[in-house]
């Protein structure tokens, strides 16, 4: 009986032997397929990104070379962040493109930092002159920064007071666009405010706090961007804060057809929002693929 069994007994021994085998086969198998669609995954996640990068390059210098005083557009992402009652707005670097022989700085990190105070004041105030056209609070917010900002000798000015002379002249401005108000000067400050604006590179933050509008502000120092034109603004693209700036050739300020010239650009960059979304969306498929 004990020899008739044995086989069948070996037989058995072997037979789980072979299935242990294959078990360590296929999780060596699955394993390794694991592994090789994480780097499949991740390479094709890679290539997507080099083509959106590549397709952004086409799509601006499509922009560029369509209209003629354009020098250079530029994408930003642009994050607000509130800590210990300071307001930090930081710009980052996405993509851009510039013509030939042209002298244009891309700011690849940018921070702006201010009394969150500040920041809610001028936003509420803005707000009154929008819902209930009452400009009073607007122009408080603007005389009082005014009278601040003036008592402080320029050797002591920093980046919070660059950022609070940004809203009071947004203030300014948006009080001028509105009631027709011609203001020609800030009076004997207006060298220092001049200093404050250029030397801590604020128009970009002028053009944020616009809000989904276009902002234009101008190189005023004396060198070879005197008078070069800029336009901002913030949107968003795939539900991220897009800040964008585009150069214009001083020249433009000499043409006669400026107003239809910037309605123009105004348009086609309606144009370019639309391009981009759907090279964005074309990108998340081919990585879902």
Known sequence: MVWLLLPGVV??????FWLNSKDE?????????????????????????????????KLLDQFVNKYPYVIAVQLYHFS?????RNTIFKVNFIEGTV??????NAIHQLYYKSKSRYIREFRNANRMLITEENPNYLLDFVLDTYSMLSKKPKSSMNEEDACLCSLMVLGL????KDYQLGIESLGNEEEKFDYLLNDYRTGLLRGALMNDAF??????RENEKLNRQYLTRLVKVRNEETLFLIALDASVLDDEGYDNIMVDIGDGFESLLIDLENVYNRTIERVGD
Do not use: G, P
């Open 11 to 16: 037989f058995i021994i072997l037979f789980r």
């Open 25 to 57: 086969e296929i999780k060596v198998l699955r394993t390794k397929l694991e592994s090789e669609m994480e780097i499949l995954v991740h390479s094709n996640t890679e290539l997507s990104s080099y083509r959106l990068q590549d397709n952004l390059s």
């Open 80 to 84: 607000e962040q509130n800590l210990n």
């Open 99 to 104: 013509v030939e022989d042209v002298n244009i």
């Open 173 to 176: 401005e948006i009080l001028e």
């Open 215 to 220: 902002y234009t502000f101008t190189h005023t």
